[in-house]
């Protein structure tokens, strides 16, 4: 596995920013993904860095360290509906692997 | 809708028994994966198909099979069940079997075991 790691639970406000972390061992590393969960549904993407730097996708932007074996994932102007989890995932080995999940909750 | 479909949505069964999972992949997709996701665990990845070919074992257990069948539909097979067994089993497919780029996932299957 990419020993992922991301923090198990994060609250925030509705309308505010908020960073999720996410580490992964670095060897075999072939691409950093990022999905959102909502409760009992299917993941469903969000953004996928194989280089360095940041992506950005409307309210939501996902950047990437490679020498660091770091990435985050910053939603911003938080509404209530992206309550969810949110799992950071390594392409490496070929074998896309998760870590457990960082469980959002916006509160208004 | 992410175009993958697993049957079925929901399945409630006995310690002991045997279980059928089913995926049809999306439309041109060559690769599929087999997750088992519990309460207390992320997303774990059981298996991967390849156009009928294994590609790819994870933590997948003994009595646990699978395989992908011409028309890429593939099957997951849960024998000798046991309440630990109980999950959502989620069915992902790619274009290509490299692991990267986006996964499309179908709505899962639900399984109790009692």
């Known amino acids: 596995g990419q020993n992922i790691d991301q923090p198990t639970e994060m609250t925030a406000t509705e309308g505010a920013i908020v960073q999720i972390n996410c580490t992964y061992q670095t060897s075999g590393f072939n691409g950093l993904f990022w999905y959102q969960q909502h409760a009992g549904e299917a993941p469903t993407f969000l953004s996928y860095?194989?280089?360095?730097g940041l992506e950005e996708k409307g309210r939501f932007s996902s950047f990437l360290s490679r020498s660091k074996g770091y990435s985050y994932l910053l939603l911003k102007e938080l509404q209530m509906k992206d309550s969810a989890s949110y799992l950071c995932g390594s392409g490496g080995s070929y074998i896309p692997t998760f870590g457990r999940g960082t469980s959002l909750i916006v509160h208004p | 809708d992410s175009g993958v479909t697993q049957t079925p949505k929901h399945l409630i069964t006995a310690t002991g028994q045997r279980v059928t999972l089913r995926c049809s992949p999306r439309s041109g997709d060559l690769s599929v994966y087999w997750y088992q996701q519990s309460l207390d665990q992320g997303l774990q990845f059981l298996i991967q198909y390849y156009n009928g070919e294994e590609r790819a074992k994870g933590n997948i257990l003994e009595r646990f099979s699978a395989q992908q069948f011409p028309d890429l539909h593939s099957e997951l097979n849960l024998s000798s069940l046991e309440l630990g067994d109980s999950a959502l089993y989620f069915c992902?497919?790619?274009?290509?079997?490299?692991?990267?780029?986006?996964?499309?996932f179908g709505e899962g299957s639900r399984l109790t075991v009692l």
């Open positions: 992902a497919s790619s274009v290509d079997g490299r692991g990267t780029g986006e996964l499309f």
């Open positions: 860095n194989v280089l360095d």
